[in-house]
């Protein structure tokens, strides 16, 4: 199977696609927060801690295995390591972080995949991992 690069349009719209599925869980965790607190709201500097723990897994769990979030399934993309192998889980991590801080510079760390040679983000490069193109159809003609 040929590893092709992803662009910045399949990437924005995979991380739109995974953000909507984020804020179903958020949805889902803070009503049954709100009900175990007897209809109270849930506040605090820890509830915010309690939201980037929620994303972190999100993300890390599908990022580790099986490589791929719901939103990078549907447009075919998936996170492997620099050598092509599955991601671990000090990669994951440190590709969330990081991809916090792209996003938070106005998205430069995203745009950077533009001028790259290989089409990686700063969060890419960083944590030693790229995003490919897979075709599934086209994997299943060469068998």
């Known amino acids: 199977m040929d590893l092709i690069r992803v662009g910045l349009w399949r990437r924005l719209v995979a991380a739109a696609y995974d953000s909507f599925l984020l804020l179903a869980l ?3 965790l803070g009503w049954g927060l709100v009900l175990l607190n007897d ?3 849930v506040e605090g500097p820890w509830m915010f801690w309690f939201l980037i723990f929620v994303a972190w897994s999100f993300f890390v769990k ?3 295995y099986p490589g791929q979030t719901l939103g990078m399934q549907v447009w075919k993309i998936k996170l492997v390591s620099e050598s092509g192998q599955h991601v671990t889980l000090r990669q994951a991590s440190m590709r969330f972080l990081l ?3 792209s996003w938070g510079v106005f998205g430069l760390g995203f745009l950077w995949c533009l001028i790259d040679k ?3 983000s700063w969060h890419d490069r960083l944590s030693q991992t790229k995003l490919v193109y ?6 299943k003609e060469a068998l």
């Open 39 to 41: 209809g109270a709201a």
């Open 99 to 101: 991809s916090m801080i």
């Open 118 to 120: 290989e089409g990686r």
């Open 134 to 139: 897979i075709d599934h159809k086209k994997a």
């Open 62 to 64: 599908f990022w580790c």
């Open 26 to 28: 958020y949805f889902i």
